[in-house]
C-alpha cells in the first residue's frame, strides 16, 4: 500500500501520522535492532512510520515549544502498535512484562501509548539508566538464544524508582517524565520510556484489514 493510502485508511480509525522537527522517528520494531531481533513493522508493511491516536498527537504537539527552548528533540521508539506485529513480537518474546500476553492490554495498539526519549539538538539521544525496552545487543544476543535472564535482570533498571545510575541518567528520566505528565500522559511505574495518553480506557482497541 503507498504512503497516502494507509495514511488515510488509517485517518479512519483517528490516528494521526506524527513526522517532521522536533520529533525523531526512529521506531525499534521498524528495524532489527530491539529485544526480539526482529523487524515487525517492516514484516506487517508499517515500517518507520509513527501513527498515534489524534489526542496523543495534540499533546506531544503542545510539548514541542518546550522541546525548542531546551533545544531537544522527541525521539519516538514506539506508537501505534497493529495487533499483528504484536501478536509476532510476543512470540519471539514470550516474557511476562515485556509485551502483554493479549494485545488488547497493550496501549500502543489503541494508538494511545508512546515510547520516547529526549535527544539533543544533534539528534543524539541523552543518556538514561537504560535504553529503551532495557534493550542491550548482549541481551539481544542472549534472548536470540532462548536466554531470557540478562533481560529479566535488567527490567528492574528500566523503573522509575530505580536510582543507582548516573545523576545525569536520573534527571533525563525525571524531566521527560515531567514534560509529558505535564501535558497529558500518564507514566507506568516499570518502563520509564512508556507513557499512555490520560483516559486511555475510553478508547478502544485499533484492528484494520490493513495488516
Ligand atoms: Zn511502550
Redesign the pocket.
Known sequence: MDSESLKSELAKFDLIELKGEPFIIDLMYAGTRNIASFAAYEEIGLGNRAFVHHQVFENLTKIVPILEQNHLKLCIR?AYRPPLAHILLQKKVAIPGLFAANYQLSN?CHGT???VCLADANGKLLTYPTETDAYSDEIAQAVRKGNFKPLQENLPKARHDYMQAPYEALANRSFLKEIMEDNGFLSIPH?W??YNLKGFEKYPVIETELF
Open positions: 514506539d500502543h501509548a508512546v515510547d518502563e520510556w512508556h
